[in-house]
């Protein structure tokens, strides 16, 4: 049974047993008065009888109106019509008021939707004003709609300036054909997303991102935009991409090399890094692996830095020798760095060619070693004139024993002979060795790097300064113990020998007695060699202390000095891996400490003879001097017996003084022709 019927059935119930109960009332009634009820027309019943005789047939009413007719009882017809339209009435006010209660559940629910309707209206609504982009509805090409951000996007203030009006008007005008084309083409434009281009209030233009939607608008297809302004987003790539073209044609023109890796391989090097390593064109070199760039011996460090900075790690800026297409060396300082290229991490290398640098660098240090020579020629003139002068005395004194009266001295005579000659080969023992230190520094071979003792080199430096040292104070010297250290003897006493005439020359004259210059060597905990220079001259105020190693920086009078001395010092040591500090108290003098990495141990150990295979050829033997007295010398004369003593105890071939060169000439083809015949 469906609901509906249950319900009229509901409705109809109560009405069935109403009509029953007036149904058996008029029965009774019937019944009690019967008898009493005469057919035929009665006393103020005419009214009734004509009211009945005139009702239409086919009227519910016309059995009464056939019943009083008849003069039949009516009594029974009554009964009848009474019950059927009570019964009918009841149905009909109970249909009714269930058609009521329908209608109005129907109404309510209705007005529910309506409301919930509304309701998300008011809220889509709300949302859609809120958003951040425009949101532009139109209809046949006229603006419906328009939420804040779109007045905001094309600078109107209030929506009534763009409802209304033609939403092609919005569009820069170098697209308006293609959007027309596209309306053309369909009223309901198929959903997608794009870029477009709009003018502003003010005509500038917009760079938008869009969401173009069909929906229904007032009952009436419409389409929905989402505008999102990227104009910003767009003037800054805009200004990347001229950065990145900006910085391509600078570093396309830079003169500093630069190489990119990607897994350890070339994949991009600049025009500056091809002309430094004679490469014609960019992929002689593209493609090549980083370990043979450098010379063989450089290889190592470069393997270093890769892992180094494969596992994170920031590597310092260090000098290296590149192989040049041509075969030749160039000497860079580099510095690699992790970087991400066309959206790779990759490896970029910057160098730079310091070989001419370097070059000037040995000329400038080789000139500060000359200006301080030539600071020194006086002393150290001074200091070779002194055992000339005993020497040529002595000299003379033996030649005039020799040559005099008494050809053949005694025996007294002989020992004053002998001891002038002592005196004179002390004497140029001493020459010998200031010419040996005058030749240590003012030699070029700077490449030159080996284990060196400090405290023979400071010796030697102390023998070119101890004239001017000796006029300004007493020197003091502590040689404890220190480690060799791998460097260069010519450019250590370079170093020493400026701190040294510092120090004398930072000390006033007059009051050498008082005065001291302390040379000390020890060991620090980190097995560094520490050599310490300290004077107890004027000292140093701060100021002067923060600049003493700019270069042709001076606190000296003009003339004296060039203001390079401490900035070569420091670039020296810094070059060893050291470093060079000073301490200075105004009026108490200064200290200064260099700090040198010690040797490794295999480079200290003295290395072993190796007998090198002699190549067949001929021999020869040169004895080649610029003095022929020196000549002379190695030509004539004779054996002494320590000479003779030694030459005695070893296995080599000897000719003894006088040689004949046709006896030297022999032996040496002898030795020739046996080696060749083993």
């Known amino acids: 049974m469906r609901p509906s019927t249950a319900k009229v059935i509901s409705f109809i119930t109560p009405s069935v047993a109403l009509c029953a109960v007036l149904g058996l009332t008029t029965i009774a009634l019937s019944v009690v008065g019967a008898g009493h009820i005469r057919v035929g027309p009665q006393r103020g019943s005419a009214d009734l009888y004509t009211a009945v005789a005139h009702l239409e047939r086919g009227s519910v009413y016309a059995p009464v109106r056939d019943a009083l007719a008849s003069r039949a009882p009516i009594w029974p017809a009554v009964t009848g019509l009474a019950f059927a339209a009570s019964l009918f009435v009841a149905i009909r006010a109970r249909v009714r008021a269930w058609r009521i209660a329908k209608a109005r559940a129907a109404a309510q629910r209705i007005s529910n939707v309506v409301c919930e309707r509304e309701r998300s209206e008011r809220n889509l609504r709300g949302v859609i004003e809120g958003l951040p982009d425009a949101v532009l509805i139109q209809k046949r090409g006229v603006i419906q709609y328009v939420n804040p951000a779109a007045l905001a996007l094309f600078g109107h203030p209030r929506a009534e300036d763009l409802i209304g009006k033609r939403s092609i008007d919005l569009v820069h005008p170098d697209e308006r054909e293609e959007v027309l084309r596209l309306r053309g083409e369909s009223p309901?434009?198929?959903?997608?997303?794009?870029?477009?281009?709009?003018?502003?209030?003010?005509?500038?233009?917009?760079?938008?991102?869009?969401?173009?939607?069909?929906?229904?608008?007032?009952?009436?297809?419409?389409?929905?935009?989402?505008?999102?302004?990227?104009t910003a987003r767009h003037r800054a790539e805009q200004a990347l991409h001229r950065t990145e073209k900006s910085f391509r044609t600078?570093?396309?023109?830079?003169?500093?090399?630069?190489?990119?890796?990607?897994d350890e391989k070339v994949i991009y090097a600049n025009t500056a890094w091809l002309r430094m390593c004679r490469v014609a064109l960019p992929h002689d070199i593209l493609g090549r692996d980083a370990r043979d760039i450098p010379i063989e011996e450089e290889r190592p460090m470069v393997e270093a830095r890769l892992a180094g900075l494969g596992r994170g790690e920031s590597q310092p800026a260090a000098e290296m020798?590149?192989?040049?297409?041509?075969?030749?060396?160039?000497?860079?300082?580099?510095?690699?760095?992790?970087?991400?290229?066309?959206?790779?991490?990759?490896?970029?290398?910057?160098?730079?060619?310091?070989?001419?640098?370097?070059?000037?660098?040995?000329?400038?240090?080789?000139?500060?070693?000359?200006?301080?020579?030539?600071?020194?020629?006086?002393?150290?003139?001074?200091?070779?004139?002194?055992?000339?002068?005993y020497i040529l005395a002595n000299l003379d004194f033996s030649l005039e024993m020799l040559r005099g009266p008494r050809a053949s001295p005694d025996a007294s005579s002989r020992a004053d002979i002998n001891d002038a000659l002592e005196q004179a080969r002390e004497g140029a023992g001493r020459v010998r060795a200031i010419v040996r230190d005058l030749k240590m520094f003012s030699r070029r071979d700077e490449e030159t790097i080996g284990p060196v003792d400090l405290e023979r080199v400071l010796e030697s430096s102390i023998n070119m300064a101890f004239n001017d040292i000796r006029h300004r104070g007493r020197l003091v010297k502590q040689f404890d113990a220190a480690p060799r250290v791998l460097a260069n003897e010519a450019r250590l006493g370079q170093i020493f020998l400026n701190l040294l005439v510092n120090a004398a020359q930072a000390i006033p004259d007059g009051d050498a007695e008082s005065n001291r210059i302390f040379v000390q060597t020890s060991t620090d905990e980190m097995g560094r060699a520490v050599v310490s220079v300290k004077d107890t001259g004027e000292g140093m105020t701060p100021e002067t202390q923060r600049r003493i190693f700019d270069p042709f920086f001076t606190t000296k009078p003009l003339g004296v000095g060039t203001g390079l001395g401490l900035a070569i010092c420091q670039s020296i040591v810094q070059s060893l891996g050291g470093e060079i500090e000073v301490e200075s108290v105004p009026g108490k003098g200064s200290t200064f400490r260099v700090f040198l990495p010690a040797a490794p141990s295999d480079a200290c150990a003295p290395r072993g003879a190796v007998d090198a295979p002699m190549k067949a050829g001929r021999g020869r033997v040169l004895l080649v001097d610029d003095e022929p007295m020196i000549g002379r010398a190695m030509e004539g004369g004779v054996f002494t017996e320590q000479a003779a003593a030694f030459v005695s105890d070893i296995p080599n071939l000897r000719l003894e003084k006088p040689i004949d060169s046709n006896k030297l000439r022999a032996v040496v083809n002898e030795r020739i022709a046996g080696r060749r015949s083993n």
């Not at 209030?201 to 999102?228: C, K, M, Q, Y």
């Not at 600078?250 to 990607?262: C, D, N």
């Not at 490896?347 to 040995?362: F, N, S, W």
């Open 321 to 389: 020798r590149l192989r040049a297409e041509d075969g030749s060396t160039v000497r860079v300082e580099s510095r690699s760095m992790r970087i991400e290229f066309d959206g790779t991490p990759c490896i970029a290398v910057v160098a730079r060619d310091v070989g001419p640098e370097r070059e000037m660098q040995k000329r400038l240090m080789l000139s500060d070693r000359m200006v301080s020579i030539g600071t020194l020629a006086a002393g150290v003139a001074h200091e070779i004139n002194n055992p000339l002068a």
């Open 188 to 230: 309901r434009l198929p959903p997608r997303i794009g870029t477009r281009r709009f003018v502003n209030r003010d005509g500038s233009t917009l760079w938008t991102e869009h969401t173009v939607t069909n929906v229904e608008f007032d009952g009436e297809p419409a389409i929905a935009l989402v505008i999102r302004d990227v």
């Open 250 to 262: 600078l570093i396309e023109h830079i003169p500093l090399g630069i190489l990119v890796l990607r």
